[in-house]
C-alpha cells in the first residue's frame, strides 16, 4: 500500500508521491499506490547550524523544514491552505499540529517537536497512500482505499501474469515464486483464488518489473527510489522498480528488499485495503531495507473479511 526500502541518515526525509486518482478509461478510480525514496541528504547542508532538523520546534526557522512539510502534506497531516509558510523553513503552528496528528498515528510520544524519534520514523521508506484520509487519521488497525473499491460478488477466481519491460536481479522462477506465495497467502484468508495464465490479454492482474518511465505516469527512479506500486480493483496492476535488489530467500542481507514481503503488501491494494498503523500488519506503511516480514495479521484478516463482508 507504495515509498524504497532503504536505511537513510537521522537526517534523510522521504519524498511522498500521493495517491494518484486517473481518471480516464480503464483507470476510473484507480489510485496509485507506491513505496517512496528520500528527497535527499541534508546532513551536509546543516553543517555548522546551531539548530538541526531533529531539534526544532514551533518558532524556529531551519533549513529543511520546507521538505518535512512537503513530507507531511503528501501523507495528509498538512494541508497547504493550512500554512501561510509552506514553502518555508518556518516551524509554524500548523507544523507543529501536522507534527502531533503525525506522532498519534505511529505511537510516539506527542512532543509537536521534530525529535529524534520523529524524524527516525520519518527516515523509513514506506506506501504512498496517505495516512489521514478524508479529514481524519484512520483507526490503529485495517483501513480500505477511499471509495472502498472491491471486485464483483462474482468475480473471486482471478487469474494473474507476468508482463515486464525489463528484466530485474531475479530470475522468471524466482519472481513466480514470490508471486505464487504471496498470492497463496491471501487465498488462504479469503474467498479469493488466483491461478497464473499465458492469456495475459485477459488476465485480471498483470505484475512486472520496469525501470524509469514504464508508461503509468509516473516513473520509477533507480536504486533507492519508490520499490512499487498497485492499483486497487479492477484496475488490477502491480509494477516493482528493477533496479532494486531483491531477494526471495529465507535470509534477507541488510541491503535487500524482501519481494515476497513486499508483494504481500502490494497484493492487499490489489484486494482494496489501505494501510494499517498496526505494526505488526503486512499493510503497515513503512518497511526497512533487509527486513523480512511475511504472513498476514489478524489485523490483515479482519481487514480483509470487513471489505468483503457483504460481497
Not at 245 to 250: A, E, K, L, P
Not at 269 to 289: D, F, T, V, W
Request: include cysteine; charge should be negative; glycine fraction near 10%.
Amino acid at each position: 500500500m507504495a515509498k524504497k526500502l532503504l536505511y537513510l541518515s537521522k537526517a534523510s526525509l522521504l519524498i511522498l508521491i500521493q495517491l494518484l486518482e486517473i481518471q480516464s478509461g480503464s483507470f476510473t478510480n484507480a489510485k496509485r499506490i507506491e513505496f517512496s525514496k528520500s528527497l535527499k541528504d541534508l546532513e551536509e547542508s546543516q553543517k555548522g547550524q546551531t539548530v538541526h532538523l531533529e531539534e526544532s520546534q514551533k518558532g524556529q526557522t531551519v533549513q529543511g523544514l520546507r521538505e518535512v512539510k512537503h513530507y507531511l502534506n503528501k501523507y495528509g497531516y498538512l494541508n497547504y491552505e493550512d500554512s501561510n509558510n509552506f514553502e518555508e523553513d518556518e516551524f509554524d503552528e500548523a507544523m507543529e499540529v501536522a507534527i502531533k496528528a503525525y506522532q498519534t498515528f505511529f505511537h510516539l510520544k506527542v512532543t509537536g517537536k521534530l525529535d529524534i524519534d520523529t524524524t527516525k520514523q520519518m527516515s523509513i521508506p514506506r506506501c504512498g497512500v496517505p495516512d489521514i484520509m478524508n479529514g481524519s487519521l484512520t483507526q490503529p488497525q485495517f483501513s480500505f482505499i477511499p471509495g472502498k473499491p472491491i471486485w464483483p460478488y462474482n468475480k473471486h477466481n482471478l487469474t494473474y501474469a507476468f508482463v515486464s519491460s525489463t528484466g530485474p536481479n531475479v530470475n522468471v522462477h524466482q519472481m513466480k515464486a514470490a508471486g505464487s506465495y504471496a498470492f497463496r497467502e491471501w487465498a488462504k484468508i479469503s474467498n479469493f483464488t488466483f491461478q497464473l495464465t499465458g492469456d495475459v490479454s485477459n488476465a485480471d492482474l498483470i505484475l512486472g518489473f520496469h525501470r524509469g518511465d514504464h508508461g503509468d505516469g509516473l516513473p520509477f527512479d533507480g536504486p533507492g527510489g519508490h520499490l512499487a506500486h498497485a492499483f486497487p480493483p479492477t484496475n488490477g496492476r502491480l509494477h516493482y522498480d528493477a533496479d532494486e535488489n531483491w531477494t526471495v530467500g529465507n535470509t534477507v542481507s541488510p541491503n535487500q528488499i524482501d519481494l515476497r514481503g513486499v508483494s504481500l503488501h502490494e497484493i492487499g491494494h490489489l484486494l482494496g485495503l489501505g494501510h494499517s498503523s498496526n505494526e505488526s500488519s503486512i499493510m503497515y506503511p513503512s518497511i526497512k531495507e533487509g527486513q523480512k516480514k511475511r504472513g498476514l495479521s489478524s489485523d490483515d484478516m479482519d481487514g480483509l473479511k470487513s471489505l468483503y463482508s457483504s460481497s
